[in-house]
């Protein structure tokens, strides 16, 4: 079935350090991935999302791009700041024909941004 | 324009008892989702409304059910809460022509 596994956190930076957050992807056909981002005590925000392989998604300074020969959708930030501090989740929404439009998630990357 | 909302923000239970958690989607969005989100996790889904009928449902109990309203607000039952119903409970919206979920703040539910 489809699956998604991001790197392990927390990952604690120093502000204006440059972020990787790694996501790949196991899925049927050609899903649709995402970023999402949770600030604390909060829902859950669209960062990003690439919809076909090659596709680059950016949003707020991060981006992230479709690579379907690794299965991969690593996100990237060239400076981070200390309000860039949350939650990060790659989920990917398959392309199986089913019914659903079911987002399925990774376990989620604390990012902690020191001043 | 008002984003997805929930009601209540928070809730506190104890074992057996029933929940009803409810969410009301963006103005023009007509499917709605649930999913369940314990503390260090991902959010795993548990049901998908479109137009008032139910198009998936998760790996979740019997315990847990559904519906949607002819205005596109949806409701979420748990019954005989356990312990580990304890999660916040995230409802989402989706936009057809962007293929994009957008989600409410959530419910935080404790069952003691």
């Known amino acids: 079935g489809n699956s998604v596994t991001q790197m392990e956190g927390p990952v604690t930076l120093s502000e204006e350090a440059f972020l990787t957050i790694n996501c790949t992807y196991t899925a049927t056909g050609y899903p649709s991935l995402f970023w999402y981002v949770q600030y604390p005590g909060e829902g859950l925000q669209l960062l990003l999302k690439a919809t076909k392989a090659d596709d680059k998604g950016s949003n707020k300074g991060f981006e992230a791009t479709y690579r379907k020969e690794t299965t991969s959708f690593h996100l990237e930030k060239g400076s981070v700041q200390v309000s860039d501090s949350a939650v990060y989740f790659c989920a990917l929404r398959g392309s199986d024909g089913g019914a659903t439009n079911k987002l399925i998630f990774g376990t989620g990357t604390l990012l902690a941004v020191q001043p | 324009d008002a984003g997805v909302t929930q009601s209540p923000t928070h809730l506190i239970k104890t074992r057996g008892q029933h929940v009803t958690l409810r969410c009301s989607p963006i103005s023009g969005h007509k499917s709605v989702s649930w999913y369940q989100q314990v503390l260090g996790q991902g959010p795993q889904f548990i049901f998908q409304?479109?137009?008032?009928?139910?198009?998936g449902r998760g790996n979740f109990p019997d315990r847990f059910s559904a519906r949607q309203f002819p205005n596109y607000s949806s409701e979420l039952n748990v019954n005989a809460l356990l312990l580990g119903d304890s999660a916040l409970y995230l409802c989402?919206?989706?936009?057809?022509?962007?293929?994009?979920?957008?989600f409410g703040p959530g419910t935080r539910l404790t069952v003691l």
């Open positions: 989402a919206s989706r936009q057809t022509s962007t293929d994009t979920q957008y």
């Open positions: 409304y479109y137009e008032k009928e139910e198009r």
